[in-house]
């Protein structure tokens, strides 16, 4: 028993403990590797700017020179932890082309390359060059209506000190969660691979705690991964009332506590069709502190106004008012054949981004051990992606459901959640200035329990109604995107781009608390795109929608701000934090927390 409980800690420390140097000779080395052995490795790590460029004016030169300064460089020591080879290593191109990838996957990095040069003897020199990109970055959220409204911004800094590591200050106004606190995020935990997050802040109803440790795949030809999760929040959940356009909300008070943590191991070659198989132990409690007494009325966007709800306006929202307190066992599987193609001009204006082309498919099955509020539970989650395409096209496709089911008893299945997007790009001439996107999304919840109400306005929705109109449990979403890249004297400077867009969608009611049927709704709305530097991969958005309806007004004008695409293959973490829910789930093989 005692060799069982420490094989598990014995895993943790040789996965955590960087590899050891070689002490062969080299030659010894070179004997095993007929085309070739690394012979050197040169990290030319460059600031956000090229000062270099002779045709650069003096007054611009001098303002690159100043934000070089300004801006801490990338050490060469986080960018080598990155590399997958060693002084020694047989020379592979596919390790270095995993190697490339995995440096863009920084986002502190705008570029990097790894070139080679054979030498007489048949080893190789390789160069690693890297291009930081600019990152302090300032959120700011503001809408428009009677006028400019603040809703609050972010500070973050996503390279401290050229360690590449990210800190964090934030202040959002989420209407019925007023969020302020501190993030840290280490990708290279005491110089090893692992990943380590964190954020403490406090909302309106009290703190809130998120912590993950992670050991990513890294690698396609990577075997072992980890992670760990906690989450305490105390949160309202906000169920939207639309009353014939006049905006009122109530807010039940949500506590929950989780923990996950998972090992996942990795079968068959990478490119080809591999097995994910895995287990996960994941403790869930969610509570409503008061009950329907707790529940408050907000009339308008009035939140520090909030007063005591009349006990009739709990009754919808009472089905979705059952605690949850388990602790589960949860077996995870998948399957998955995929290969990384670079492209530009799809998520980003000239920057390259990295994009997975194949299939993937995750599996959790899991059974609770501690049910004390009621009998055991059958938890389930599915996770899909697929993807294909070439310079011109690409097409996506991606769907995730969860849900429960009581064991014994006759219950059915419950807390049945659904989502899936599928999308498109099109890029009539691959170097032209054009890319179409095309997205459909449908979103929906059945036989929920915990609190669940979607919203057919807002940035993820159609976007030229705010997100305080037409609530449901049932959604469809279709955007059509036409991104346009500029060009003009400021290339060598910054990328700039223009688009246009229309959506279309339609929500339901579903068994959502205060749904309604909104039909069809449609929005179009003109935006300005922008890179900075030139050539970086991380968009900055501003956007102005409209809803098309009878007796529109300039008052009807939204404005939304964005960092990174809301809309696209790439991840956003406005996105996510917009479509998470107040729930927890079994995670599938392919999630790891940041």
């Known amino acids: 028993m005692r060799r069982t409980k420490l094989y598990p800690i014995a895993l943790v420390l040789c996965l955590i403990t960087p590899r050891p140097a070689r002490t062969e000779p080299l030659q010894q080395v070179q004997a095993l590797c007929p085309t070739g052995a690394i012979a ?168 809130f705690y998120l912590q993950s440790l992670a050991l990513p795949f890294r690698e396609e030809s990577g075997r072992w991964a980890a992670r760990e999760e906690f989450r305490r929040l105390d949160r309202n959940f906000d169920y939207l009332v639309d009353d014939a356009g006049a905006e009122r909300h109530l807010l039940l008070p949500t506590r929950m506590t989780a923990f996950d943590v998972a090992v996942i191991r990795r079968l068959g070659p990478p490119g080809r069709q591999q097995l994910t198989v895995g287990a996960a132990l994941g403790y869930t409690r969610i509570t409503f502190p008061g009950g329907g007494a707790a529940l408050r009325l907000v009339e308008g966007d009035d939140f520090d106004g909030a007063t005591p709800a009349d ?171 036409d991104r346009i890249l500029l060009d003009g004297p400021l290339r060598n400077i910054t990328d700039l781009g223009l688009t246009a867009f229309v959506d279309l969608g339609r929500i339901w009611p579903g068994d959502a608390p205060y749904g309604t049927d909104s039909g069809w709704r449609a929005s179009a709305g003109l935006g300005l795109r922008n890179a900075f530097p030139t050539g970086g991969r991380r968009t900055y958005r501003i956007d102005f929608a409209i809803p098309l309806q009878p007796h529109t007004t300039w008052r009807d004008l939204r404005l939304i701000l964005s960092v990174g695409e809301l809309i696209g293959v790439t991840p956003s973490v406005r996105r996510l934090r917009i479509e998470e829910l107040q729930r927890f789930t079994p995670r599938n093989p392919f999630y790891f927390p940041d």
Request: proline share 4%; hydrophobic share 35%; aromatic share 10%.
């Open 311 to 481: 006990p009739a306006h709990f009754e919808p929202i009472r089905p979705q008012t059952t605690p949850l307190h388990t602790l589960r066992s949860t077996i995870l599987l998948g399957q998955r054949k995929i290969g990384w193609v670079k492209r530009s001009g799809f998520d980003t204006l000239r920057g390259e981004q990295d994009i997975r082309l194949g299939t993937e498919t995750g599996v959790a099955l899991g059974r609770s051990l501690l049910a004390p509020a009621g009998p055991h539970h059958l938890f389930t989650a599915l996770d899909l992606y697929a993807a294909t395409g070439n310079d011109a096209l690409l097409l996506i496709g991606r769907m995730r459901g969860d849900a429960q089911r009581a064991l014994g008893g006759g219950f059915g299945w419950y807390d049945i959640f659904g989502e899936a997007e599928g999308l498109a790009y099109w890029k009539p001439r691959p170097e032209g200035r054009h890319t179409l996107v095309l997205r459909a999304t449908a979103t929906g919840g059945w036989e929920t329990t915990i609190p669940f109400q979607l919203i057919l306005g807002g940035d993820l929705g159609v976007r030229g109604y705010p997100d305080e109109r037409f609530p449901g449990g049932r959604r469809v979403v279709f955007s059509l995107e």
């Open 40 to 207: 050197s490795i040169t990290i030319d790590n460059h600031s956000i700017f090229d000062t270099s460029d002779p045709e650069l004016s003096g007054h611009l030169r001098l303002a690159y020179r100043i934000a070089n300064t300004l801006h801490a460089r990338t050490r060469a020591s986080v960018v080598r932890r990155d590399l997958l080879f060693r002084v020694g290593d047989c020379f592979d191109p596919t390790v270095i082309a995993e190697s490339e990838r995995l440096l863009r996957d920084n986002q502190f990095l705008a570029s990097a390359t790894i070139t080679h040069r054979r030498r007489d003897d048949g080893d190789y020199d390789l160069t690693v060059t890297t291009r930081d990109e600019w990152s302090t970055r300032i959120d700011i959220r503001a809408s428009l209506g009677d006028g400019p409204l603040f809703k609050g911004a972010s500070l973050k800094e996503s390279n401290f000190l050229g360690t590449g590591q990210t800190v964090e200050l934030f202040y959002l106004d989420y209407k019925a969660n007023r969020d302020y606190g501190v993030g840290y995020h280490n990708h290279q935990l005491g110089g090893s691979h692992w990943h380590l997050g964190g954020t403490i802040g406090r909302s309106r109803n009290g703190p």
